[in-house]
């Protein structure tokens, strides 16, 4: 099973730009859409009727911000969306997939750059999250938490880490929370599969980020500890354009 997980940076901008031949060539079976900025009903029949897939989409109270979408081959045994707290579900943040091995969570997490308020709300979503999480895998369930993490972990995981430390996304307590996220039983898959691979998700728009490669890996698939060796590769699409985001991909035995 293969599933894809990209922040397209609004939907209808990145179908303009090869988004369904994305989809034909890489054929995942699920694809996980972050910051879709759009409700469904504004979209076009060929993004809601992809051929061969079923489409759900989770959007934000405020229009064209925002927003999450799954695209899938095979009907999951449930699907929901928010967190356990109601206070975090106005923006489209969260789709929850319950299949028969695993729960699939497709979440764009908040960024904190705005101001000192919206960074508390991060990390508070953050944390609601991970209780969230704990209380599955307590009851022995498999977890796979997918996205735009809005967080690099370590130093290797963007160009410029003594330039950016005081940027949110490479807070101390950003990087100390994905410390706690994975000692509740988690893993980075594919810093577990790469662990002295340099390769970026995110380039700003800025500066000719991109060509330079001066990036940042902030988008990635979290498994639980004891699903790991059901993943049999991991990959990050860096050559694929379209947005400022780029795909990143899970492969399950």
Excluded at 5 to 19: C, L, P, Y
Excluded at 22 to 31: A, S, V
Excluded at 128 to 147: F, M, Y
Aim: hydrophobic share 40%; aromatic share 12%.
């Amino acid at each position: 099973m293969k599933i894809i997980s990209w922040n397209v940076n609004g939907i209808r901008a990145v179908e303009k730009k090869g988004f369904l031949t994305f989809i034909l060539e890489t054929d995942p079976d699920i694809l996980c859409i972050q910051e879709t900025k759009a409700h469904d009903h504004q979209l076009e029949d060929n993004l809601l009727n992809i051929p061969g897939y079923f489409a759900y989409f989770h959007s934000g109270e405020k229009k064209g911000y925002s927003g999450t979408a799954v695209y899938y081959k095979t009907k999951p045994l449930a699907i929901r969306t928010g967190l356990s707290d109601a206070v975090f579900n106005n923006e489209g943040r969260t789709i929850i997939m319950e299949y028969p091995d695993f729960i699939l969570y497709n979440v764009y997490f908040p960024n904190g750059q705005k101001d000192e308020q919206r960074l508390a709300f991060k990390m508070d979503f953050n944390r609601c999250l991970q209780d969230d999480i704990k209380e599955l895998l307590a009851a022995g369930k498999n977890v796979i938490v997918c996205g735009d993490i809005n967080i690099a972990h370590r130093e290797v995981d963007l160009k410029n880490p003594k330039e950016n430390s005081k940027r949110s996304g490479f807070l101390p307590e950003e990087r100390a929370w994905i410390d706690d996220f994975l000692s509740i039983g988690m893993v980075d898959s594919w810093r577990v599969q790469h662990p002295e691979t340099i390769k970026y998700s995110w380039w700003s728009y800025r500066f000719n980020a991109r060509a330079n490669n001066a990036g940042w890996r902030i988008d990635s698939f979290f498994v639980s500890e004891r699903f790991m060796p059901q993943v049999a590769c991991t990959d990050i699409l860096d050559t694929v354009m379209g947005s400022d985001h780029c795909p990143i991909v899970l492969t399950l035995k």
